[in-house]
């Protein structure tokens, strides 16, 4: 990443600090994400483990969270980056947030489903080959 673009950036990781409106909005620019409620999306935040959310020049312009026991294991959902940002290196910012402060908490196993394996396996991400992993849409 660019030391000038670095120098604009504030990662926030307390959620008092977090307005959910803003999350709101970044989840618009995700298929999966983009129909959610904002009163859902304030819920979402009081009950998630470890949220993330990035501004550029005081605007935000990503998020990720992870919901855990902040012992044994970790879900990462809902990464998402802006598209004009991606490809700078934000989106390994967030989940380096969240490995940190997962890490911190004694967390040994992080889990994960995506559709951007390139981008997990960047980060060091294995697809695991030994088990499948089952969904089921509620
Ligand atoms: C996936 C996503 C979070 C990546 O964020 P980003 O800020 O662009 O990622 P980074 O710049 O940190 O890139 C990390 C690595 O992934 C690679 N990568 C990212 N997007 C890529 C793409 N579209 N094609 C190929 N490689 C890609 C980068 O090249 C980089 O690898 P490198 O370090 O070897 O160069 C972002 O594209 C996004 O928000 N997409 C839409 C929402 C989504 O699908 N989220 C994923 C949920 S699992």
Redesign the pocket.
């Known amino acids: 990443m660019l030391d000038s673009y670095l120098e604009h950036l504030e990662i926030i990781t307390d959620k008092e600090l977090i307005n959910p409106i803003d999350v709101f909005k970044i989840f618009w ?2 298929e999966w994400t983009k129909n959610r409620r904002v009163e859902d999306v304030e819920n979402m935040m009081k009950n998630t483990g470890i949220v993330v959310l990035i501004k550029y020049k005081k605007k935000p312009i990503a998020f990720a969270r992870a919901i855990t026991d902040f012992v044994f294991r970790a879900y990462i959902e809902d ?3 802006l598209p004009k ?9 967030l989940v380096e947030t969240l490995e940190n402060i997962l890490k911190l908490s004694g967390v040994n196993r992080i889990e ?1 489903t ?3 394996v ?2 997990w396996q ?2 060091g991400y294995n697809i695991k080959n030994n088990t499948e992993h089952l969904i089921k849409n509620l």
């Open positions: 620019h995700a990464v998402i980056v940002h991606q490809k700078h290196g934000i989106g390994t910012l994960l995506t559709n951007k390139y981008f960047s980060l």
